[in-house]
Structure formats: structure tokens, C-alpha cells
Nanobody
Framework: QVQLVQSGGGLVQPGGSLRLSCAAS????????WGWYRQGPGKERELVAT???????NYADSVKGRFTISRDNAKNTMYLQMNNLKPEDTAVYYC???????????????WGQGTQVTVSS
């Protein structure tokens, strides 16, 4: 099993920056894909960015050039640096970890508890 605990988030003005953290514990070596997702008001949960254990990174078009996903293996922590934030980035952000078996079987994997990001003046 894997446990994910998120921190960061909050209220920021448009154009500002925030960093989200996702600390992992458990059988981390089994994880193949790490990611950040978000769910805005009245919207479906959507992918923000993913990074694989091999280092491949993928971003949603809406955040390319503004957000950066990274991992600190020594701290077992994943980060999402968010710059030039826009009101449309307002959402609850979730981190996620999936093993190969989760991906192959269509299972959800493991989710963090979620953290609110609000971009408003």
C-alpha cells in the first residue's frame, strides 16, 4: 500500500505562484506513474501533469509553460510548482500514484486527500 499526504495550496492573486507537495510512504518502489490532477467547481477531475519512474513528463496543454512537476526521491515527495496562476486554475488539486498493476487493470491507484487552490484578486 501507498499513502499520500498533500500540503501547500491556498489563496493567491492572479499571476502569483504556489507550490504543492505530496509526501509518499509505503511500498513506493512499486509506483510507476505519479501525477497531479484537479477538479474545478462543477467540472470533472482532469489531469494536470504526470511523471513516470523513468522520468517521462506530461502536462495538460492548459498548464504547459506555467506548471512544473518534479520529484525528490530522497524525500519521497512530489511537487507541483505553479507559476503565473490564473483564475481558471482554481480547483481542488489531488496527487496520485499508480503501480503497473493499477494501470494494466484500470484501477485508480492511490490518491492524496486533496488541497484547495484559489486564484482570485
Amino acid at each position: 500500500q501507498v499513502q499520500l499526504v498533500q500540503s501547500g495550496g491556498g489563496l493567491v492573486q492572479p499571476g502569483g505562484s504556489l507550490r504543492l507537495s505530496c509526501a509518499a510512504s509505503g511500498i513506493i518502489s512499486s509506483i510507476n506513474t505519479w501525477g497531479w490532477y484537479r477538479q474545478g467547481p462543477g467540472k470533472e477531475r482532469e489531469l494536470v501533469a504526470t511523471v513516470t519512474s523513468g522520468g517521462s513528463i506530461n502536462y495538460a496543454d492548459s498548464v504547459k509553460g506555467r506548471f512544473t512537476i518534479s520529484r525528490d526521491n530522497a524525500k519521497n515527495t512530489m511537487y507541483l510548482q505553479m507559476n503565473n496562476l490564473k483564475p481558471e486554475d482554481t480547483a481542488v488539486y489531488y496527487c496520485r500514484a499508480r503501480r503497473v498493476i493499477d494501470i494494466m487493470s484500470g484501477r485508480q491507484g492511490f490518491w492524496g486527500q486533496g488541497t484547495q487552490v484559489t486564484v482570485s484578486s
